[in-house]
């Protein structure tokens, strides 16, 4: 990199014969004169930093691991041209670990009068919202001699949304919602559900469905086909205390949770029903209501984008009041939180019957695919107790899903691979069973 202003100068000047030197600043300067004119010369021709116009375009928003771009234009209304370093910063999360000095780092040349574009490419490593910081530029003469250097604040936000893996699973979801809502052959009815229409009876359909009097007027047996009910609502409650900053992998639980809820809300706002969203621990941290099918699910992901786990234990009372004002009619509750033995026995059991009475209650958590392998090592002392260790965990997380059971709430708990099918299973399960 070129030296800068007086350090140049000190540079040159220490490279002559030792003969010449003159400690002096005036026998330096006598000597070096054509030195020092050229540097005051290459000051003079640098652009200034302060006069150049900087504006911001590109990304607002963008799934996490994916790249987001964002184009700098940078204005030269002076008369000189502009050769320059630039360094755009951003928050340490905007980038891939290692990536920032090359992503950040750009060389501009920019002709008096005229404007150039150049684009930073962003890579974010968490939810939330990033914010850009200063731009720093280094404005150089046409000898490299000598450099202005000043910064800009320009800014603009990036907010990085949830990634949604599981919409992979979405397909195969409402091929099974198409064969509740009797859109194909095999049909089911269960209670609450809706009469539908009549049909040519098939060998394997439920006798049961057979309606005799249409049978007698017709010379074939009828069958009676039924849709499970629609317009239901469906209520996704994200606990954000902090048994969800445990990290599970390379994630906490709170995003798997997230992507289980997404993967939910779209698939009952497919099958007809109305999903709103709250997330709580000591208060509520967001709460999304009465969006449209076409406005639901970017709506839920803009509203979690800046959802994080709070290291707070969650007021389970708090928490049902809230679910109780935002559905105050019969709704389906998913509640996203852990299996934790304390929290769940002294803080949700308490006050679950208020939701249990009114509400049809499906609780999904999070669990660690390591205690499974943990469980089974063996070899050394270290491996035994860590696989006692497991089975605790596991015997606890057993026994404290069986006391929600016995409270009539169902309960999903599994890695977070697993969860979001597992829950829209759940949640196939209940509207087949007509208890929606």
Known sequence: MPFTGRAALLAAVGALPVGLWDPSWTGVLAVNAPLALACACDAALAAPVRRLRLERSGDTSVRLGEPARVTLTVTNP?????RARLRDAWPPSAWTPGTEAEASRHRLTVPAGERRRITTRLLPTRRGDRHADRVTLRSYGPLGLFARQGSHRV????RVLPPFHSRKHLPSKLA?????DGRTSVLTRGEGTEF????????GDDTRSIDWRATARTSSVAVRTWRP????????VLDTGRTSAGRVGDAPRLDAAMDAALLLAALASRAGDRVDLLAHDRRPRTLVQGKTAGQLLPALVNAMATVEPELVETDARGLVA???RAAPRRSLIVLFTGLDATPVEEGLLPVLPRLT???????AAVADPHLAAMATARGTVEAVYGAAAAARTRTERQHTADLLRRHGVTVVDTTPQDLAPAVADAYLALKAAGRL
């Open 78 to 82: 002076t008369g000189r041209p502009l």
């Open 155 to 158: 800014p603009w936000t990036v």
């Open 176 to 180: 099974r919602l198409r064969e509740l």
């Open 196 to 203: 539908d229409s009549l049909r040519e009876y098939v060998p």
């Open 229 to 236: 009910e629609r317009d239901r609502h469906v209520l996704l």
């Open 322 to 324: 809230t679910v109780v």
């Open 357 to 363: 009475q009114r509400h049809t209650v499906l609780v």
